[in-house]
């Protein structure tokens, strides 16, 4: 089993969710919902890993807030 994590945005211009897994090239797809998405990155991923193992360009580390004076 892998697990990959996805960073997750809306796209302004047309309202669909984008996601794409960071440092994993090809890596990305887009949904009307969560649960379209997820299951549209999921095909992409496992066609992607039967080329074999992933030679990941960077590493997910997480999310950090920054705030700015007004």
Known sequence: MHTF?????????TG???GYVPGFP???SQGETLDELQAN???????????GEPAL???FV?????SVPA
């Open 41 to 51: 990155l999921e095909e992409v991923i496992s066609m992607l890993l039967e080329d």
């Open 26 to 28: 090809g890596a990305h």
């Open 16 to 18: 669909l969710l984008v």
């Open 5 to 13: 994590s996805a960073v997750i945005e809306r796209c302004p211009e």
């Open 62 to 66: 997480g999310l950090q807030q920054i």
């Open 57 to 59: 360009e960077s590493d």
